[in-house]
């Protein structure tokens, strides 16, 4: 009689056409969940995950939540400086790190820079910004420069500059470079074959890029007020350590309806370039 140890791990026998029997190849499949379950229960265990601890307070969180509505409207009026401050700090620090990171993005792009070393560095760059936290590198900055939107300007700028650095160099190298090489064969300077073949391909993309890293730069930028880099941020956190929680609820509300016309109006370019 065959046991579920069979089915599972020994191989199945198939008998072809002309009577040779082959095995089939046995399957991972359980190898992989049992790793997975033996990972996820010492993950739980490290953690000191508590289920029912997580039940019996989880009735906080809605108790919190519903206490935020409805709004204090009365308090628009102290949000809309700092959610402008939020936006614009968003703004300049994508702006600004998405144009520098286009020179960085062709030096890292080992079809237009054919050199390994300059490659491999500028790549060790990206990969070293992108790793560092949005909110740590605000904090570093704010121990620099000082508490306010500078310093969250800087770390926005930091991240646009990475993210949007990696994206477009594996842009680049992935266009096709037919054209380029017909210029450049004809005598053509390689500046002039990169503008006239490869950055018609890239432009629509870049632009999209840009703009939904600065969608995401706005939510993100949110939060940076915890650490004193300005913004939103900082009377969020002020009016949720007060228990404040209507004043909260007019925040989050604001800055909903703001990431909601931010996102719409790029999704609308995006499409257009399409």
């Known amino acids: 009689m065959m046991t579920i140890y069979d089915k599972i791990f020994k191989p199945k026998k198939l008998v072809l056409a002309n009577d040779e029997v082959v095995e089939e190849k046995r399957s991972r499949t359980p190898l992989y969940l049992l790793v997975f379950v033996a990972l996820l229960v010492f993950s739980l265990y490290f953690t000191q995950f508590d289920f029912s601890k997580l039940v019996r307070n989880g009735k906080q969180f809605w108790k919190i939540l519903f206490s935020m509505f409805p709004p204090n409207f ?3 009026h102290s949000i809309i400086k700092p959610l402008m401050d939020t936006i614009k700090m968003s703004f300049i620090g994508s702006l600004l790190g998405s144009l520098l990171a286009v020179p960085f993005a062709i030096l890292a792009a080992n079809n237009i820079v054919r050199n390994r070393l300059i490659n491999q560095v500028v790549r060790f760059m990206f990969t070293v910004l992108r790793t560092l936290p949005t909110l740590v590198t605000a904090l570093i900055a704010t121990y620099i420069w000082g508490l306010g939107t500078f310093a969250g300007t800087v770390a926005i700028f930091i991240f646009s500059f990475s993210y949007v650095g990696k994206q477009l160099f594996e842009q680049i190298e992935t266009v096709d470079m037919g054209v380029f090489e017909v210029i450049e064969s004809m005598g053509g300077s390689r500046s002039k074959a990169f503008a006239v073949s490869v950055i018609p391909q890239l432009l629509p993309i870049y632009i999209s890029t840009s703009l939904f890293n600065f969608e995401g ?18 009377i969020l956190n002020e009016k949720i350590g007060w228990r404040e929680y209507q004043n909260v609820g007019m925040i989050l509300v604001t800055l909903l309806v703001a990431v909601i016309i931010i996102e ?8 257009k370039l399409a």
């Open 74 to 76: 009365a308090y628009l």
């Open 217 to 234: 730069n706005v939510r993100y930028a949110a939060i940076l007020g915890y650490v004193g880099a300005g913004g939103i941020g900082v």
């Open 264 to 271: 719409s109006i790029s999704q609308f370019v995006r499409k």
